[in-house]
């Protein structure tokens, strides 16, 4: 078993938390969470575009937009996904029976699920365990809560910062689920962060947006975007502050702490990929729009023959001309491109550069960190890709996955 980490971490003010075990899917370990969030919270969500999201998705985004939430309830284990009409019918009960307990309307709770697709969810087990969760809320079970959502995770995922906001230390805290089926077109797997700051309900929202832009919609672990992929943004207000609009310091201190606990998150779930043994940064330049720049760190960051000889260390640099070559761009000067691993530059004017080595290209990717560099010679744009190598262990583990 891995090691697990110490987390480090700030209790956020207005927000209290449980973590339980179920018994929905795991044996012996915590697969439920409860969030506790003060009256007058505001809330901004960014769920999965997958055509066949999950029933808590699709009961998340209602309630959301019905008004501010009180409640956070997360399951692990299964997702309720690709259950049909059950599903939803289950996820309501979910909320149901925790209405019932806590006297809230039902539309003040927000369901979130991982785990198997395609099994009903087992929600007397999850009514069971809700009145343990509520007499268990504390403000300091952010690293219960942080394991309790773990599927194939390796390790949990924790993130604090304080922030200035009119003189005052403002806290943001963030915990995010994800191992595989990571190629977010929204969000991370799961993701939930909270700030004891008042932010404008407007503001809130295009934050998360913006973040999410520049972290987890920039990762992939196997192009695989999940069913049930859900990142939610909490602020209490209980720091007492002006609530923050769209101008101003304030602001800009808020949106880059955000900035920063995502992409830290971000950064960890591809650390912690299935069966992964090395990060990956795949960045662009030279593109002539920062969309022409992604679409070609993509198709590098998603090949498996790239990702393969990252796993065995060759610096098999065809596979990373030959995945520029298919991005489909249209008009493109070969004889202009470059490509660099870490410093070493492998490619120019078309082919091999006439200074590499095979000695210095495998040194490079025997390293734990890796960048791999192309520039296009197309215009000014640029876009980086994390990701990681694909090993004989994420084959097993995927392999294995209900088993």
Known sequence: MTEQPELHFHPVPGVRLAAGAAGIRYQDRNDL????????????????????????VTLARTHLAAGAPHWWLINAGNANAGTGARGLLDATASCQALS?????????????????????????????????????LAATHWPEAARAIMTTDRVPKLVSRQFEVGGRTATLT???????????NMATMLGFLATDAAIEPGVLEACLHAAVERSFNAITVDGDTSTNDACVLAATGALGNAPIAAAGPDYAA????LDAVCVELATAIVRDAEG??????????GAASHA???????????????KTALFASDPNWGRILAAVGRAG????????????LGEVLIVDGGGRAATYTEGAGAAVMRAPEILIRVALGRGESSAEILTCDLSYDYVRINAEYRS
């Open 276 to 285: 992964a043994t090395k990060l990956v940064t795949v960045r662009i330049e």
């Open 292 to 306: 022409e720049a992604r679409q070609v760190g993509y198709t590098i960051a998603h090949s498996p023959l790239v």
């Open 100 to 136: 019932e307990l806590t006297g809230d309307p039902l539309e003040r709770v927000m369901p979130f699920s991982t785990g198997v697709i395609g099994e009903h969810l087992p929600v007397e087990r999850i009514a069971a365990a809700l009145p343990a969760l509520l007499g268990g």
């Open 254 to 257: 808020f949106q880059s702490a």
């Open 329 to 340: 761009l249209e008009d493109l000067a070969i004889a202009r491109v470059r490509v660099w």
């Open 33 to 56: 969470v409860l969030f506790e969030l003060a009256a007058g919270s505001t809330c901004a969500a960014v769920f999965t575009r997958n055509a066949f999201c999950a029933a808590p």
């Open 174 to 184: 963030g915990m995010a689920k994800g191992a595989g089926m990571i190629c977010p």
